[in-house]
Structures are given as structure tokens and as C-alpha cells.
């Protein structure tokens, strides 16, 4: 079946670097993209969504890339802070059945920052 | 604006017993609806979805179930416990073709 996983369980990042996590996808028709980062005890939080008619999407300090040639996703975060230190999960879009949207999520990446 | 509220944030229940976790949503009409399950450093799971009230799809065979009795109210289920059922569980909503807002999550332990 479809699935979306991630290349690097783990990743530390010194305070003020750039952060880059990669997820990679097997469903060629997954159509929407959505990168959610969860801290300890609580719910995934959205980040940033991206469609497949796009390449790249900007938010604050944050940017989404969809390869869809290879099937890969990146999340690129900027100048990388301590409060960004959680586990992010990329997640993709494929089923949508009758009026439900069936996200698959990867089994995340574990951003370690570091002072 | 959108809320999802989730309760309870934690449960220490014995095996056998029965389970009843609620979730409901406020500033939003008919939407779907969401139960995930997630073990301890993995990901997340897909249990039960809804598009209506009295809809529900499973997604896996389990001990647990899931209801829609309201519209903006969903409740995961069980009749006995099983040590396996233990894990942090999440409801969540949407519009279709856009992504969840998830809940605070419940942490289920059995024991």
C-alpha cells in the first residue's frame, strides 16, 4: 500500500543553522502535502500544507519542496530555535473517500537542537 | 474560530474495564472526523473516520469501536481493555481535500 517515510530518525541542529528534513512518498497521486510537528504530550501541530500543482511554499522561517519526479518532500526550517525541538511528521494526501480525506503519515523525524 | 476539545489528557485504567474517550469541536459544521492511535515513538495510526453522524468507518480490526452521536461529537470505545490498547490517542477534524487540526490527545495506559 501507499506509505510516506522518512530518511533520518533523528537530526541535531546546532541554534541558529538551518534545519532540513526529508520524507520521502510512494504514491504518485497524492495530492496534497502537510508537514506537522508535535511536541511531547501533545497533538501534532500543522506547519506548513503544499499541493502537488506546486514546487515550493513559503511560510514564517519555514519552507515546504515537493519533488514529485523522485516523490520527495522537504521541510527547511531557518535560523533554527529551541522551541522548534520536537518530532515533525510529513503526511500526504492520497484516499479521499467520498467526502473524507485520508492523510498517511510518516513515522516522523526527531529534531534535536542544540545551544 | 475552530476549537477540538479532548478529554481526558490521561487514563490509567485496568484490563477489562471499559473506555470511553470523547471529543467534540466547536465553530465548525459537518466536518469529518478522526481517531488516531499512536504507540510510543511512532507514528500515527488511523482507527475510526466519520463524514456524518451514524457514519463510521474502521480502518483496522481492534478492540475498540467509535460513535457520532452529534455532529461535532466523537467517541472512541471499548467494552474490555486489552494491554495492547494502551497509547496516546488522537482525534482530529477537517474539511475535505485540507489537513487536521488535532486535539490535545489522550494518554491511555492499561494496566
Known amino acids: 500500500g501507499e506509505s510516506v517515510g522518512l530518511h533520518l530518525p533523528t537530526l541535531s541542529v546546532q541554534e541558529g543553522d538551518n534545519s532540513i528534513i526529508n520524507c520521502a512518498y510512494s504514491?504518485?497521486?497524492?495530492?496534497?502535502f502537510i508537514w506537522y510537528k508535535q511536541e511531547s504530550g501533545k497533538g501534532p501541530q500543522f506547519i506548513i500544507d503544499i499541493r502537488s500543482n506546486m514546487d515550493k511554499r513559503q511560510g514564517q522561517r519555514v519552507t515546504v519542496l515537493l519533488n514529485k519526479t523522485v516523490k520527495h518532500l522537504s521541510l527547511q526550517i531557518a535560523a533554527t530555535q529551541p522551541g522548534d525541538s520536537a518530532v515533525y511528521f510529513c503526511a500526504e494526501n492520497s484516499q479521499n473517500t467520498g467526502t473524507a480525506s485520508k492523510l498517511t503519515f510518516g513515522t516522523g523525524t526527531r529534531l534535536q537542537v542544540t545551544l | 474560530s475552530q476549537t477540538i476539545h479532548q478529554w481526558p489528557a490521561t487514563l490509567v485504567q485496568p484490563v477489562g474495564s471499559p473506555l470511553s474517550l470523547e471529543c467534540t469541536v466547536e465553530g465548525t459544521s459537518n466536518p469529518n472526523l478522526y481517531w488516531y492511535r499512536q504507540a510510543a515513538g511512532r507514528g500515527l495510526q488511523l482507527l475510526f473516520y466519520s463524514v456524518g453522524i451514524g457514519q463510521i468507518s474502521s480502518e483496522v480490526p481492534q478492540n475498540l469501536s467509535a460513535s457520532r452521536p452529534q455532529d461535532r461529537q466523537f467517541i472512541l470505545s471499548s467494552k474490555k481493555l486489552l494491554l495492547s490498547d494502551s497509547g496516546f490517542y488522537l482525534c482530529a477534524w477537517s474539511v475535505p481535500s485540507f489537513g487536521y487540526t488535532f486535539g490535545s490527545g489522550t494518554r491511555l495506559t492499561v494496566v
Open positions: 504514491n504518485s497521486a497524492s495530492d496534497y
